[in-house]
């Protein structure tokens, strides 16, 4: 089961570091990925991360989001820097034996707010 964690309250301009842990054997052969959901919004993909360490970006945080992974503790992060109040949005982590089947998967675990708000 997956439980994204590092979520809180932070002004704009601030950054948040989100950690996303599941088992070792279950992460090292999953792609990873973070999705948020904004209030009123449908879910949307916010960064991939392959097994080799590919990744890839929505454009609307591109520049300013970094996805991570790191192998030795099962575990996924999404660096946020320069927030912005649209940024605002539960997000969760998600796995797959590719991207296509994370992107197809209805398997959500707990999610993590992050609120921008000055």
């Known amino acids: 089961q997956l439980q994204a964690s590092g979520g809180g309250l932070v002004q704009p301009g601030e950054s948040l570091r989100l950690s996303c842990a599941t088992s070792?054997?279950?992460?090292?052969?999953?792609?990873m990925g973070w999705y948020r959901q904004a209030p009123g919004k449908q879910r949307e993909l916010v960064a991939t991360?392959?097994?080799?360490?590919?990744?890839n970006y929505a454009d609307s945080v591109k520049g300013r989001f970094t996805i991570s992974r790191d192998n030795a503790k099962s575990t996924v992060y999404l660096q946020m820097k320069s927030l912005r109040p649209e940024d605002t949005a539960v997000y969760y982590c998600?796995?797959?034996?590719?991207?296509?089947?994370?992107?197809?998967?209805?398997?959500w675990g707990q999610g993590t707010l992050v609120t921008i708000s000055s």
């Open positions: 998600k796995r797959g034996r590719t991207l296509a089947l994370m992107a197809m998967s209805n398997s």
């Open positions: 991360i392959t097994i080799a360490g590919s990744t």
């Open positions: 070792g054997t279950i992460f090292r052969n999953n792609v």
